[in-house]
């Protein structure tokens, strides 16, 4: 099973940026896909972007010319940049994994506030 940990969650104010972070315990080469997304207060984890082991990306509409998913296999990590937040962007993000044997797996979030 990999282990993740998501980090740069934090406050901004509306039109700034954040860039967060994803580190798997093991090679992510070997991950069929990584992927972020988001919960809000009183609603359900939706798909913000995800990022295939060829490199293939897709992302949510609300998050499209906005949200840039990418990933460093030397490192281990996926990243989610961030750019023109807005209020509606607040809530725990958490990164998903799936493993060449459909397991999934699951960091324990981070949150982004966005002021207005």
């Known amino acids: 099973q990999v282990q993740l940990v998501e980090s740069g969650g934090g406050l901004v104010q509306a039109g700034g940026s954040l860039r967060l972070s994803c580190t798997a315990s093991?090679?992510?080469?070997?991950?069929?896909?990584m992927a972020w997304y988001r919960q809000a207060p009183g609603k359900q984890r939706d798909l913000v972007a995800a990022i295939t082991s060829g490199g293939t990306t897709n992302y949510a509409d609300p998050v499209k010319g906005r949200f840039t998913i990418s990933r460093d296999n030397a490192k281990n990590t996926v990243y989610l940049q961030m750019n023109s937040l807005k209020f509606e962007d607040t809530a725990v993000y958490y990164c998903?994994?799936?493993?060449?044997?459909?397991?999934?797996?699951w960091g324990q979030g981070t949150q982004v506030t966005v002021s207005s």
């Open positions: 093991r090679s992510i080469f070997r991950l069929r896909t």
């Open positions: 998903n994994a799936i493993t060449l044997e459909f397991t999934s797996a």
